[in-house]
């Protein structure tokens, strides 16, 4: 099993800052990708940015937020947060559980972001 545990999610006004960080542990062999995904009210689960080789963003956060990576944790550097950014963000990675076979999906609990206007 592998768990994911995210930290960091809270009040803050437009403009602020946020970091969230997300921690996977338990069975590892790899990962493969690490990202994360947010639900507004009212709204489906959207990607807003994942990280493998490469970092790859929602167009609606680009420039504002950074992705990074440390093994096995994920943080999601959050800038000039507007309004329309407020939801639950969830921490994302396909992970390896031994050297042969395939990756699966796991998911963190969600930690809430809200931004006042």
């Known amino acids: 099993q592998v768990q994911l545990v995210e930290s960091g999610g809270g009040l803050v006004q437009a403009g602020g800052s946020l970091r969230l960080s997300c921690a996977a542990s338990?069975?590892?062999?790899?990962?493969?990708?690490m990202g994360w995904y947010r639900q507004g009210p009212e709204k489906q689960r959207e990607l807003v940015a994942v990280?493998?080789?490469i970092a790859n963003y929602a167009d609606s956060v680009k420039g504002r937020f950074t992705i990074s990576r440390d093994k096995n944790t994920v943080y999601l550097q959050m800038n000039n947060l507007k309004p329309e950014d407020t939801g639950v963000y969830f921490c994302?990675?396909?992970?390896?559980?031994?050297?042969?076979?395939?990756?699966?999906?796991?998911w963190g609990q969600g930690t809430q972001v809200t931004v006042s206007s």
């Open positions: 994302h990675a396909a992970v390896r559980p031994s050297a042969r076979g395939p990756s699966y999906n796991y």
């Open positions: 990280i493998a080789s």
């Open positions: 338990g069975s590892i062999f790899s990962i493969t990708t």
